[in-house]
C-alpha cells in the first residue's frame, strides 16, 4: 500500500488550497478514505472522510470550508481548502479504511507521507 500526498505548501490566510493523495497496491474503488492532520505538539486528528459511495463527514472546525472529494479512475482522493486560518497548519495525511468507523478513528497502522500547509497571517 503507498498512499501519497502532495499539493501542501505556504499560503495565506483566506486563500485555498487543493490537497491530492494518489493510492497505489489498494482496489481504491473499494476503500473509503480520510483525510487527517497533526498540528505541531497536537494529536493526529480526522479533517474529513468519505465513503465508497460518496458520503462524506467533517471536522467542525472545517465545515463549510474543506471538501473532500474522490476519483476512483484516478485512484485520487482530493481535499479543497477554502478560507484557511492560522489554525489550519498542520501536516495532512490520507488514509484508507473497509470499515468507515475504523476510517473515522484513524487508527490504521500505516501512514504514508503526509503533506505540509502553513497558513500564513
Known amino acids: 500500500v503507498q498512499l501519497q500526498a502532495s499539493g501542501g505548501g505556504l499560503v495565506q490566510a483566506g486563500r485555498s488550497l487543493r490537497l491530492s493523495c494518489a493510492a497505489s497496491?489498494?482496489?481504491?474503488?473499494?476503500?473509503?478514505m480520510g483525510w487527517y492532520r497533526q498540528a505541531p505538539g497536537k494529536q493526529r486528528e480526522l479533517v474529513a472522510a468519505?465513503?465508497?459511495?460518496?458520503?462524506?463527514t467533517y471536522a467542525d472546525s472545517v465545515k463549510g470550508r474543506f471538501t473532500i472529494s474522490r476519483d476512483n479512475a484516478k485512484n485520487t482522493v482530493y481535499l479543497q481548502m477554502s478560507r484557511l486560518e492560522l489554525e489550519d497548519t498542520a501536516v495532512y495525511y490520507c488514509?484508507?479504511?473497509?470499515?468507515?468507523?475504523?476510517?473515522?478513528?484513524?487508527?490504521?497502522?500505516?501512514w504514508g507521507q503526509g503533506t505540509l500547509v502553513t497558513v500564513s497571517s
Open positions: 488514509n484508507r479504511h473497509r470499515n468507515y468507523r475504523a476510517l473515522l478513528a484513524g487508527t490504521q497502522d500505516y
Open positions: 497496491g489498494i482496489v481504491f474503488r473499494n476503500d473509503n
Open positions: 468519505i465513503t465508497l459511495a460518496g458520503s462524506t
